[in-house]
């Protein structure tokens, strides 16, 4: 601890009266006694310990004390002395520790201490080591953080030096991987600094095995050769309809990919047009991917040959590794595509989208309207869902990638190309699972600097991560480990999958806010009240509004209309009030995002509201302002057709809820906030 500045209580050891008689002198009283003995754990429970001894006789004392009733305890234990320690207290109790988390290595921990951290699970995690930000993070982090801000009156503790603590305990546990647990608790925070007054250390046998890593550069290299392959083989390919290696070269065909397409078959000398191969070492040319479509059995073999072709990827469809316990076969392609130099892509997926090049690498149904967002799921039926909703909202992809099993590719090396990809402007992962957290962590965390990342992890409940662990055939971490290192890593987690959606559909088409000054205008004072709960929800500030933009404001709404946000321009109105007061929400400076509230009537049509809305955040864009504009449409099933035509125009549009365009307008914050850009 004195190694790593981390203060401790003035203490040492007493073997006579007289050593303790010099001990209190210079430690000061009071102070706490405790035997020492190797043979003694349970201090307490020895009578070994006497607390709050006020002076040098009473030190005597507690000495013979101590030692007497040790002897009576456990007549054989081996006596070193008796540990005189300066007694702490006061201020507030915490606990900074560390744990090896499976998924994520060396995570740190720190929470109120006592009974509060088991009850109200009120702690929170970072990977080690940390920087400064993020060990004050911590601390402002927990739920009880204003207890050590000083609530009520009561002094505020010193938070440098919690934040000391904590950085130097993750430099301790970094430093030495062998140490599994580490607890400081409690340590004492009060105005004047901390103190850990009691320490417990495990440790394991120290070996640490690092997952396999590669260079950001080899990385890149296998992805750009997958996703812009100049051509592709399918072994397993059939000419039988409704089979998986018939529908994934229709796919091919069909989807306009302009490479190669090869057919391996040992029986077929062509399939849907194509001249068909008995092995993929048979085919001239090169050969970027091979996408798998036998039996789980005849994939060992052919992995060999992809190696032999010089195949960077092989993308494995068939189920029956892993996911069914068949972990053996699996480990025994993982070697042999290693040892061949190929890398696996599942097994036991869909396979993969890449728009921009036309490729349909899977036998689902095909996909092609082009955009900015790069989807990844690690089970087909999310996939599938995905591929609907991008369908029917016209949610233009770059990608869509399966991932399965993760025996090799993973959410990492997809991230590490969608990072340098033009046609990639958001990300938004599946996942039940991480491999290795650390080098996702790591990613993330330069990846989020530029685009969003979106991470929708499954087991959240318990409950969920049982069903994982069968799905995938690996553990799910504990999830406010996750939770809290994603942020970490600037990561936007979205609570369920129509979350997620939301979120990348949304995110590439608004602007970065410049600030966090949010309005609410609306046309429905219902409806302003449920936004204004769900910007509390998503974590934004509904600004407040200065007298002079009151007044503003207040000459284009009726007197019984309410000023002050929201702005509630009521029920009635025609769409000149609608305009007026968007436009000035736009034009005023001090304003950063706007949230509107639309209900259907009469006076002003869905239609109507749409096009006159899209016209003025038009007319806006064109003189250089571009905010963040987000809706939300009550009314008859118009409002769909409304919500659709805003969205074309970059504004997000929601039908029939309060909560979707804000929890979207939420995430673009989040985002922004934790790539530095307010
Ligand atoms: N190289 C090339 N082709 C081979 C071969 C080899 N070594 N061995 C067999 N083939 C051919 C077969 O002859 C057959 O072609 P044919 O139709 O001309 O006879 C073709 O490859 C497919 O083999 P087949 O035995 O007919 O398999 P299948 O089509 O019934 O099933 C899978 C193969 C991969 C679809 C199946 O095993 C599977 O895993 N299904 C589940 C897929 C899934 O759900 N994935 C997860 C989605 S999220």
């Not at 009314?635 to 659709?644: I, L, P, Q, R, W």
């Amino acid at each position: 601890m004195r190694r790593y500045g981390i203060p401790t209580p003035a203490e040492g050891l007493a073997t006579s009266q007289d050593e303790v008689v010099s001990l209190v002198k210079k430690i000061g009283t009071p102070v706490a006694m405790k035997i020492v003995s190797p043979d003694i754990l349970h201090k307490t429970d020895a009578g070994g310990v006497v607390v709050g001894v006020d002076s040098e006789a009473d030190a005597k004392d507690a000495y013979e004390k101590i030692i007497a009733n040790a002897k009576k305890y456990d007549a054989s234990a081996t006596i070193t002395g008796v540990q005189v320690q300066q007694m702490v207290g006061g201020g507030q109790e915490v606990i900074i520790g560390s744990v090896t988390d499976p998924t994520f290595g060396k995570v740190v921990a720190f929470g109120l201490g006592g009974v509060l951290v088991e009850v109200l699970k009120d702690i929170t995690f970072r990977l080690a080591p940390l920087d400064r930000n993020e060990a004050r993070s911590m601390v402002d982090g927990i739920k009880a953080a204003e207890v050590l801000q000083g609530a009520r009156g009561a002094e505020p503790v010193d938070r440098e030096a919690l934040a000391d603590v904590i950085q130097q305990v993750a430099a301790l546990v970094t430093d030495f991987p062998e140490i599994s647990e580490f607890d400081l608790n409690p340590v004492f925070a009060t105005a004047e600094g901390a103190c850990a007054a009691d320490i417990r250390i495990l440790l394991d046998d120290g070996e640490v095995t690092e997952p396999d890593r590669y260079s950001q550069q080899d990385i890149l290299q296998v992805m750009n050769r997958m996703m812009n392959p100049r051509s592709v083989a399918v072994v397993g390919a059939s000419a039988e309809d409704g089979k998986i290696g018939n529908s994934v070269m229709k796919n091919l065909q069909n989807g306009g990919f302009a490479g190669g397409i090869y057919p391996i078959n040992p029986k077929a000398t062509e399939i849907l047009g194509y001249k068909a191969y008995p092995s993929i070492t048979d085919v001239p040319g090169e050969i970027d991917v091979a996408i798998f479509t036998v039996p789980a059995k005849f994939v060992l073999a052919a992995i060999a040959e992809c190696g032999a072709k010089g195949v960077s990827t092989a993308v494995l469809i068939p189920s029956g590794f892993a996911e069914t316990g068949n972990v053996e076969l699996q480990e025994e392609v993982v070697a042999a595509a290693k040892q061949h130099g190929v890398r696996l892509l599942g097994p036991n997926i869909y396979g993969y989208y890449y728009t921009p090049q036309n490729l349909c690498a899977t036998f689902c149904t095909p996909y092609d309207v082009r955009g900015g967002v790069a989807l990844t799921s690690q089970s087909g039926g999310i996939g599938m869902a995905i591929l609907g909703y991008s369908r029917t909202t016209k949610m233009g992809v770059s990608a869509i990638v399966g991932l399965g099993n993760k025996s090799d590719i993973d959410e990492d090396d997809l991230l590490t190309y969608f990072e340098q990809d033009e046609n990639t402007q958001c990300v938004a992962m599946h996942l039940e699972d991480l491999k290795d957290g650390k080098a996702f962590v790591e990613t993330a965390k330069r990846m989020t600097k530029k685009k969003p990342v979106v991470v929708l992890k499954a087991g959240r409940t318990a409950l969920g991560a049982r069903a994982a662990s069968s799905h995938t055939g690996a553990l799910a971490g504990d999830d406010k480990v996750y939770d809290d290192v994603l942020r970490q890593a600037g990561v936007i987690r979205a609570p369920g999958l129509n979350d997620m959606l939301d979120y990348a559909r949304g995110l590439p088409l608004m602007p970065t806010p410049k600030g966090e000054n949010v309005v609410i205008i609306t046309g429905a004072g219902g409806s302003g009240v449920l936004l204004s709960d769900a910007c509390v929800e998503a974590g934004l500030s509904l600004m407040d509004i200065p007298p002079d933009l009151d007044e503003e404001f207040r000459r284009y709404i009726p007197p019984f209309g309410a000023s002050g946000n929201p702005i509630d321009i009521t029920g009635g109105e025609p769409p000149s009030t609608y305009e007026a007061t968007i436009r000035l929400g736009l034009e005023d400076p001090r304003i950063h995002a706007l949230i509107l509230g639309y209900w259907h009537t009469i006076v002003t049509p869905p239609m109507v509201f749409a096009e006159l809305t899209a016209r003025v955040v038009n007319e806006a864009r064109a003189k250089g302002i571009d905010k963040p504009v987000v809706a939300s449409l009550a009314g008859d099933t118009e409002v769909e057709k409304a919500s659709d035509y805003l969205f074309e125009h970059r504004i997000i549009a929601h039908p029939y809820t309060t909560e979707r365009p804000v929890a979207v307008l939420g995430a673009k914050y989040r985002w922004a906030r934790a790539a530095g850009l307010l």
